[in-house]
């Protein structure tokens, strides 16, 4: 257990639904991150908030709408996605954002299955 | 981008020691982690190098190189739940994280 918790855990959906991933970390960290990782490809920063602040968005399309209503909880709004979509989706927290060597801990993903 | 280069797989036996290494080319520096995931699991930190030399951590030592732009890490007396992928993951000038496309080790009996 690494103390951020993903739900769902798996999630299949069709293009034209409308879903949400969730993500909550119980360690008192001020920094949350989603990133998407596909099968042998590197894991790749979707977006960042610092203090619930959105501090990156790393050129995610809008069919991705991540939300940040403390800094214990993250969002990621998902609507009319591609199958191209279908991934792992990690979220992460740290301390703070914006100091070397903030160690980040990971969440077991969302494994989303787009058809 | 940021360009993080490691090996795709690696097999070894049990009880043996396994190097994998990592380049990098990024702009800017404030360090190089590393962590394991295990098949369908989060991804789990296992160290974090920023000055030249070598971090030991029981069986597992991480070394990196600033000059290079090198690290490697190196797993001793290999046990089967060793099994996993390691992500080299490089902290850029702006503290972004960028990861490589992980490392497969898979530990014979």
């Known amino acids: 257990e690494t103390g951020v918790t993903q739900t769902p855990r798996h999630l299949v959906m069709g293009m034209t639904n409308k879903k949400s991933l969730k993500c909550e970390q119980h360690l008192g960290h001020n920094a949350m991150y989603w990133y998407k990782q596909s099968a042998k490809k590197p894991l790749e920063l979707m977006f960042v908030y610092n203090f619930k602040e959105q501090t990156e968005n790393n050129s995610v399309p809008s069919r991705f709408s991540p939300e940040c209503p403390n800094s214990s909880h993250l969002f990621l709004h998902l609507h009319t996605l591609q199958p191209e979509d279908s991934a792992l989706y990690l979220c992460a927290s740290s301390q703070d954002k914006g100091r070397g060597g903030e160690t980040q801990y990971f969440g077991p993903g969302t494994r989303l299955l787009v058809l | ?109």
Request: glycine residues 10%.
């Open chain 2, 1 to 109: 981008g940021q360009n993080i280069d490691q090996p795709t797989e690696m097999t070894a036996t049990e009880g043996a020691i396994v190097q994998i290494n990592c380049t990098y080319q990024t702009s800017g520096f404030n360090g190089l982690f590393w962590y394991q995931q295990h098949a369908g699991e989060a991804p789990t930190f296992l160290s974090y190098n920023v000055l030249d030399g070598l971090e030991e951590k029981g069986r597992f030592s991480s070394f990196l190189s600033r000059s290079k732009g090198y690290s490697y890490l190196l797993l001793k007396e290999l046990q089967m739940k060793d099994s996993a992928s390691y992500l080299c993951a490089v902290e850029d000038g702006d503290y972004k994280l960028s990861f490589g496309a992980g490392t497969t080790v898979t530990v014979r009996a």
